[in-house]
């Protein structure tokens, strides 16, 4: 694929335009959510205020139910006819004042609390209403009012015309919170109660009037009167005011999608949630019956402060949304006409920019070509004008450069005359490295020779040695003869040892079980009779493929070193860990003794080096040992300072097959 390739001014238009382009978009996205955020906030304000006027209306027509039953109790006519009994004179006085203030129900009782006359239902007379809590506080010569749920007994009792109000088949509902009924029976009702004094100041009963709600849209009708104004939006009413029985909608203005009021409706969940079961408000955008709205609920409270209703204003969301949404449109016009004006000043901007440019362009192909006089003219004082500066001080480098590298060429040959000396006297290294090698081999193949007759040796001088007495003149030069014998076949083991290591077994091997082979051997050594040996091991620690036997020869090596080090006293200690990150197991020797020196530490691993004194030591036992971990794709680690004591590290793998 052929790749394409653009003008250094093309590229400065792209990288601007990207930048600009990027820049309105984050622009538009921002003030986008900040313009649709504001508007919405400023809208739900409206609304929390828009409650604050829907409940001066409620309490309005709760003060007036008020008003009415406190006055019509306190007339002088209504005490004197109820003290004389007198129902008939009552019933067409109070059914009188029912009419003229649309109450729904208004009831006079005794001293008692029974009922004295139902003015609705005047036959259904002499129940007992003193548990009712307005009723009782009438009776302790208190006025009050408030709304409260009416059973449908009690309503059947004044009107079934009026039970038949309050009933209320449940609408399916998106996003309502499901109910076990399908309909609702009691009704919401505002109350009010109040004493009837007599003129001796006695408690002659009480007077109780009150308004169903259920299906009662005069408030509902009034507030979206003040609040809203008639407002519309596109054929729609904008602003909707509701009061619920419980969840229920009894009497509300919110439409359904045929045009009527969406009375048996019921809130959504959330909001059933919060304002019902927790007593909260709430104010923010909730689904009202079909659509969206930004909208504000409160828990209506009986006089017994029980939550029995919410009271809901709202205004439809979408006119605030596309409001923002023109908004947006005009900004994201106004960005591209500000983007085609910005991208007609780049290409002018980009002009001054890119042709000393390609003056230095020119002038790179004449250098190119061998010239290297060529200069460019410099006419700014800006970083254009300091690389095209630059630019003919590099040349001159260049003039100066070439000619070095003329005087360089010159001397180039002798140089090379030293490298071809000094490769030479390395060949003569190697080869002097590879006979030594062979000398090694050679030194292995004559140890192989010389190991039989050093037993026969050693075997004899033992059997003379014993037949010898201990007093005789030449029992302590043949014990010397056995001791240097023993010696020689030491260092001629270990260099067989080390010219031809064994193969290990590899076998599934416990490291716990080689390590204490080991210390059992050691521990009744005199060597280690002052020795505290501390072991701290892994627990679970995972088997590993291994010569268990080569191992122990590793370990009881390092073991015997460290007692030496310690001169059979001082603390040995033995830990075991598991390395997951590099797959493999970890075995430490840590001793309190002298300690290694820096410059022993880089030989220690070689044949024959030993620290020891002449006749202890062959300096072959580190060298197997190193040897033998190698075969077991491990490595051993020393960390040691002088006179502080020292540390072995033996790490070996943890093959896939070891499981």
């Given at each position: 694929m052929r790749r394409l390739h653009f003008s250094l001014r093309t590229k400065l238009i792209l990288s601007f335009l990207g930048v600009i382009v990027l820049g309105g978009f984050l622009s538009l996205v921002f003030g986008s959510r900040l313009i649709r955020d504001t508007l919405l906030s400023q809208a739900q304000a409206k609304v929390r205020h828009d409650l604050s006027s829907a409940w001066m209306v409620f309490h309005e027509k709760l003060n007036e139910v008020k008003d009415v039953v406190r006055l019509t109790a306190s007339r002088e006519s209504v005490s004197n006819f109820l003290r004389a009994g007198q129902k008939d004179i009552l019933l067409r006085y109070l059914n009188r004042v029912r009419a003229e203030n649309n109450l729904d129900v208004l009831t006079l009782l005794?001293?008692?609390?029974?009922?004295?006359?139902?003015?609705?239902?005047?036959?259904?007379?002499?129940?007992?209403?003193?548990?009712?809590?307005?009723?009782?506080?009438?009776?302790?010569?208190?006025?009050?009012?408030?709304?409260?749920?009416?059973?449908?007994?009690?309503?059947?009792?004044?009107?079934e015309s009026l039970a038949a109000q309050a009933l209320l088949e449940f609408v399916p509902t998106l996003k309502a919170a499901p109910r076990g009924e399908n309909q609702e029976t009691s009704g919401l009702m505002l109350r009010a109660a109040a004493p009837v004094i007599g003129e001796d100041g006695s408690l002659l009963g009480a007077l109780d009037g009150g308004i169903l709600l259920n299906r009662n849209y005069e408030i509902v009708d009034r507030i979206k009167e003040i609040i809203f104004k008639g407002e519309r939006y596109k054929g729609r009413e904008t602003g909707t005011a509701t009061i619920f029985q419980n969840d229920l909608r009894i009497s509300t203005n919110v439409k359904t999608e045929s045009g009527e009021r969406a009375i048996g409706t019921r809130v959504s969940e959330e909001v059933k949630k919060a304002v019902l079961d927790e007593g909260m408000p709430w104010l923010a955008r909730a689904f009202v019956v079909n659509d969206w709205y930004l909208t504000a609920y409160?828990?209506?409270?009986?006089?017994?402060?029980?939550?029995?209703?919410?009271?809901?204003?709202?205004?439809?969301?979408?006119?605030?949304?596309?409001?923002?949404?023109?908004?947006?449109?005009?900004?994201?016009?106004?960005?591209?006409?500000?983007?085609?004006?910005?991208?007609?000043l780049l290409y002018f901007a980009t002009t001054r920019i890119v042709r000393p440019l390609q003056r230095m362009a020119v002038a790179t192909r004449q250098i190119a070509k061998g010239d290297l006089s060529h200069e460019v003219e410099v006419n700014s004082r800006d970083e254009i004008g300091e690389l095209a500066g630059?630019?003919?001080?590099?040349?001159?480098?260049?003039?100066?450069?070439?000619?070095?590298?003329?005087?360089?060429?010159?001397?180039?040959?002798?140089?090379?005359?030293?490298?071809?000396?000094?490769?030479?006297?390395?060949?003569?290294?190697?080869?002097?490295?590879?006979?030594?090698?062979?000398?090694?081999?050679?030194?292995?193949?004559?140890?192989?020779?010389?190991?039989?007759?050093?037993?026969?040796?050693?075997?004899?001088?033992?059997?003379?040695?014993?037949?010898?007495?201990?007093?005789?003149?030449?029992?302590?030069?043949?014990?010397?003869?056995?001791?240097?014998?023993?010696?020689?076949?030491?260092?001629?083991?270990?260099?067989?040892?080390?010219?031809?290591?064994?193969?290990?077994?590899?076998?599934?091997?416990?490291?716990?079980?080689?390590?204490?082979?080991?210390?059992?051997?050691?521990?009744?050594?005199?060597?280690?009779?002052?020795?505290?040996?501390?072991?701290?091991?892994?627990?679970?620690?995972?088997?590993?493929?291994?010569?268990?036997?080569?191992?122990?020869?590793?370990?009881?090596?390092?073991?015997?070193?460290?007692?030496?080090?310690?001169?059979?006293?001082?603390?040995?200690?033995?830990?075991?860990?598991?390395?997951?990150?590099?797959?493999?197991?970890?075995?430490?020797?840590?001793?309190?003794?002298?300690?290694?020196?820096?410059?022993?530490?880089?030989r220690l691993f070689e044949p024959f080096f030993t620290t020891k004194e002449v006749g202890k030591g062959t300096g072959l036992g580190l060298a197997i040992s190193y040897g033998i971990i190698q075969k077991h794709q491990g490595d051993i680690e020393i960390r040691s300072e002088a006179g502080r004591g020292a540390v072995f590290t033996v790490r070996l793998p943890i093959k896939e097959n070891s499981a």
């Open positions: 005794d001293r008692q609390g029974r009922v004295f006359l139902r003015v609705r239902s005047p036959e259904t007379a002499g129940d007992d209403q003193s548990r009712d809590a307005l009723v009782r506080l009438a009776l302790e010569r208190k006025i009050v009012a408030g709304a409260q749920i009416v059973p449908r007994a009690e309503l059947l009792k004044e009107d409160e828990p209506i409270r009986d006089i017994e402060n029980r939550i029995i209703g919410i009271l809901y204003v709202g205004t439809l969301e979408k006119p605030y949304l596309d409001t923002a949404g023109r908004v947006m449109r005009i900004f994201t016009s106004i960005a591209v006409l500000c983007c085609l004006f910005l991208l007609a630059s630019f003919n001080r590099m040349t001159a480098d260049l003039r100066k450069a070439n000619a070095e590298l003329i005087d360089w060429g010159k001397t180039l040959e002798k140089k090379v005359e030293e490298r071809t000396r000094e490769l030479r006297d390395l060949q003569a290294h190697l080869i002097q490295a590879e006979k030594l090698a062979s000398i090694g081999k050679l030194a292995a193949g004559v140890a192989h020779e010389i190991n039989n007759p050093l037993g026969g040796i050693l075997i004899y001088s033992h059997l003379i040695l014993e037949d010898t007495p201990k007093t005789g003149p030449h029992y302590e030069n043949l014990k010397k003869i056995v001791k240097e014998t023993s010696r020689c076949k030491d260092i001629v083991k270990g260099l067989l040892d080390f010219a031809r290591p064994k193969e290990p077994e590899m076998v599934l091997t416990d490291i716990h079980d080689v390590l204490e082979r080991c210390l059992a051997l050691m521990e009744r050594q005199a060597l280690f009779q002052n020795i505290h040996i501390d072991t701290s091991y892994m627990p679970s620690l995972p088997r590993i493929i291994a010569d268990g036997a080569q191992l122990q020869q590793v370990f009881m090596n390092i073991i015997l070193n460290a007692a030496e080090a310690m001169d059979g006293n001082g603390t040995l200690t033995l830990k075991t860990w598991l390395d997951p990150g590099r797959k493999e197991i970890a075995i430490e020797f840590t001793d309190t003794g002298h300690g290694i020196k820096d410059e022993d530490k880089k």
